[in-house]
């Protein structure tokens, strides 16, 4: 009937076809066989029962994960950025004051966040390769009395892990809120909420969790609760805690309608914690330790070198490394996809340029995996010698 009104013709849209690379870059990573099946469970209609027995799961999983009995504990329905914008929207107001420990590039988006936000977001930096003392944080803590402090617990730009021990307290005692990014470290590297003093942290599915992107679990202490239930701003209303509290059922069961939520995403969540609760999360910080342990072991012997000089400060999922002068990293990454199929990055930020960022993670981490990707990246090198011979 209104065939006559149609200006753009249907388009072709054919099936695209690839062999699927073993997935070794920063994320995304690898999904859990289980949760490839999980995404295809039935649709749950967020005002079910069925639903909202699945949202508490999750959300059980999800305190086991960050070792917290904070109540205010759920997921947004977006992906690791919204995280970000969800815990600083809630916590800061316009023109409060987010000071931001920097040295990778989830640093600075999270002061493009807050600016935006009308927060004076001020940053102080160290070089991308280190990682901070508490002597650092302490001094810029002393001279702003912050409403919080951002700080990236793994940094996937650079490959660098912060020691969180002690930082709480820290923050607590200039009247600081602590919040961090767990995005590539959590469920990898050891994590303990509430024992750390953490007030606000997100984290995303896509990393060591082994799940697709698009839900960003997020959880908020005791301390950052009563900010949120006093304050006087409203943060944007889709990412809302006061509002996605009562729809994952945060204090009893209020079962509000917020929005409708994605069941493969959320069926994929709750799958990607149950394999984590299946090998327990001490087995699995340990699984990660050995494998980047091997991995590294066999970089050293193929005479690759690490962009990150302390050991204690690398990271357990990325690691960022330098290849010999001469070599060229956008072409090590393309040869390694088309003659390995293995999927790597080059660096992002400050280490554009500088390094390969290598990500083993989540169900990927294992010996086997080590020592087929520095194999081939062994393989890579010598071969992209020869051609430039
Ligand atoms: N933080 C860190 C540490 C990350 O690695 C990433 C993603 N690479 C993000 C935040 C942003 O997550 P997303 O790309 O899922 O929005």
Redesign the pocket.
């Known amino acids: 009937m209104f065939a006559s009104h149609m200006i753009v013709p249907v388009p072709k849209i054919e099936d695209r076809v690839f062999k699927k690379p073993l997935l070794c870059g ?3 990573c690898d999904l859990w066989p289980s949760v490839a099946e999980a995404v295809t469970r039935p649709v749950l209609s967020p005002i079910c029962d069925e639903f909202f027995n699945v949202l508490a799961d999750i959300r059980a999983g999800l305190k086991y994960l960050f070792q917290t009995e904070s109540n205010l504990v759920l997921a947004v329905s ?7 914008e969800t815990v600083i929207a809630n916590l800061v107001a316009p023109g409060e004051t987010l000071l931001i420990a920097t040295r ?1 590039i ?1 640093d600075e ?1 999270a002061y493009d966040v807050a600016k935006r936000q009308g927060i004076n977001a001020v940053q102080f930096r160290i070089p991308f390769y280190t990682t901070f003392s508490l002597e650092q944080i302490e001094r810029e803590l002393k001279k702003l009395k912050p409403t919080a402090l951002f700080i ?1 617990h ?4 650079t490959g660098t892990v912060q020691n969180l021990v002690g930082l709480g307290d820290l923050c607590h005692k200039y009247g600081t809120l602590l919040i961090i ?1 767990t ?3 959590i469920a990898a590297e050891p994590f303990f909420m509430d024992e750390w003093g953490v007030d606000a942290l997100y984290t ?1 599915t ?2 060591a969790l082994g799940g697709p ?2 839900i ?1 679990p997020v959880a908020f202490s005791k301390r950052a609760e009563e900010k949120i239930k006093n304050r006087k701003h409203d943060p944007p209303f889709y990412f809302d805690i006061k509002f996605l509290a009562q729809q994952w059922n945060c204090y009893g069961n209020t079962r509000l309608y917020h929005h409708t939520m994605s069941p493969p995403l959320i069926w994929a969540l709750r799958c990607c914690l149950m394999e984590v609760c299946k090998i327990t999360l001490p087995k699995f910080w340990e699984r990660h330790v050995q494998t980047t342990a091997q991995f590294h072991k066999r970089l050293q012997e193929y005479g690759f070198k690490f962009l990150i000089p302390k050991p204690e400060d690398r990271l357990v999922t990325v690691t960022t490394v330098v290849l010999p002068s001469g070599y060229d990293y956008m072409e090590f990454v393309k040869y390694l996809r088309a003659k390995h199929n293995i999927l790597i990055f080059g660096g992002l930020g400050p280490t554009a340029g500088k390094a390969l960022r290598v990500g083993i993670m989540g169900v990927n981490s294992s010996i086997e995996i080590a020592d087929t990707v520095a194999h081939a990246m062994a393989d890579t090198l010598r071969a992209l010698t020869k051609s430039s011979l």
């Not at 992906?79 to 970000?84: F, L, M, T, V």
């Open positions: 920063p994320g995304p977006a992906s690791g950025n919204a995280g970000i990778g989830w988006r990236t793994g940094d996937s730009s990014d995005v590539v470290s995303s896509q990393k992107a698009g960003s």
